[in-house]
């Protein structure tokens, strides 16, 4: 069974910084590449950033470019999401995915829980 798991997301005051992990079984990482996401309260999913299997990273938000960061440890299976000088516009649930953006989504993808995070004094 393919399980894609998000682990890392807490409460934190505004600058302060979060690490979220996205841990596979059942498929290689490797041969994917992987999307992060959020969604805020009464907001629709948004794309956050992608790193192809190679390593090669995209930011589709411009707010987020230079504060997260997204690599990948295939000997782990994992790809992760630094977040620094975290805000509370920041505030969502963040899902990671095997694919890039929502418009590409489809049923064949693999979408983990959800990890929440709040940025808030």
């Known amino acids: 069974q393919v399980q894609l798991v998000e682990t890392g997301g807490g409460s934190v005051q505004p600058g302060g910084s979060l690490r979220l992990t996205c841990t596979a079984s059942g498929l290689t990482l490797e041969q994917y590449p992987i999307g992060w996401f959020r969604q805020a309260p009464g907001k629709g999913r948004e794309a956050v950033g992608c790193i192809s299997g190679s390593g090669a990273t995209t930011y589709s938000l411009n707010s987020v470019k230079g504060r997260f960061t997204i690599s990948r440890d295939n000997a782990k299976n994992t790809v992760t999401l630094q977040m620094n000088n975290l805000k509370p516009e920041d505030t969502a649930v963040y899902y990671c995915?095997?694919?890039?953006?929502?418009?590409?989504?489809?049923?064949?993808?693999?979408w983990g829980q959800g990890t929440q995070v709040t940025v808030s004094s």
């Open positions: 995915a095997s694919v890039c953006t929502v418009v590409a989504s489809t049923p064949y993808d693999y």
